[in-house]
T-cell receptor, first 112, second 112 residues
Framework: DTGVSQDPRHKITKRGQNVTFRCDPI?????LYWYRQTLGQGPEFLTY????????KSRLLSDRFSAERPKGSFSTLEIQRTEQGDSAMYLC??????????FGPGTRLTVL | GENVEQHPSTLSVQEGDSAVIKCTYS??????FPWYKQELGKRPQLIID?????GEKKDQRIAVTLNKTAKHFSLHITETQPEDSAVYFC???????????FGTGTQLKVEL
């Protein structure tokens, strides 16, 4: 499968725990994006990378959220001290510069 | 920042009829407008997109129109089929592929 992949697909955690998600983009894509989607809403932009550089972060991304793309390939999104309001689908997408964004299957986070 | 409004939120049509979904955007600098289809529990998938130098684009039963002066764009699906049933999201990009701002989605139901 040469599409965008994400791991894990589902994560259930208790409030206050830290979680980390991984995204593997389409191999030739130099841009990688993270979005969050809650039920009945469209995806909301969180942050994006061009190669290993994080170029923009949304105001939605509080200090508890951090994202990395250390070698310009896969990316990780970490949420520290999770809250119930963090429950959502976390979507990753990748693209070439200025081109179509292709989405991964998402990681569904449930915070109890 | 960009704001995208989408109407209607739900749309029910008979098989074979046409469906039209409309979106407006606020940022006149936006120049790329994709449409994504999302089935329940699945990733958003691009179905068609249009750039600001084009007024209309068609791909088989799907077409998109763009009016830059009025800052609105529409998705047209002809000869609808039950497999067209899904949530459709419009989006706008402010340029350079930085990020997408999504509408709130339209739940399309095609009835037999």
């Amino acid at each position: 499968d040469t599409g965008v992949s994400q791991d894990p697909r589902h994560k259930i955690t208790k409030r206050g725990q830290n979680v980390t998600f991984r995204c593997d983009p389409i191999s030739e894509h130099n841009r990688l994006y993270w979005y969050r989607q809650t039920l009945g809403q469209g995806p909301e932009f969180l942050t994006y990378f061009q190669n290993e550089a994080q170029l923009e972060k949304s105001r939605l991304l509080s200090d508890r959220f951090s994202a990395e793309r250390p070698k310009g390939s896969f990316s990780t999104l970490e949420i520290q001290r999770t809250e119930q309001g963090d429950s959502a689908m976390y979507l990753c997408a990748s693209s070439e510069v200025g081109d179509t964004q292709y989405f991964g299957p998402g990681t569904r986070l449930t915070v109890l | 920042g960009e704001n995208v409004e989408q109407h209607p939120s739900t749309l029910s049509v008979q098989e074979g009829d046409s469906a039209v979904i409309k979106c407006t955007y606020s940022d006149s600098a936006s120049n790329y407008f994709p449409w994504y289809k999302q089935e329940l529990g699945k990733r958003p998938q691009l179905i068609i997109d249009i750039r600001s130098n084009v007024g209309e684009k068609k791909d088989q039963r799907i077409a998109v129109t763009l009016n830059k002066t009025a800052k609105h764009f529409s998705l047209h699906i002809t000869e609808t089929q039950p497999e067209d049933s899904a949530v459709y999201f419009c989006a706008a990009d402010t340029g350079g592929g930085n990020k997408l701002t999504f509408g709130t989605g339209t739940q399309l139901k095609v009835e037999l």
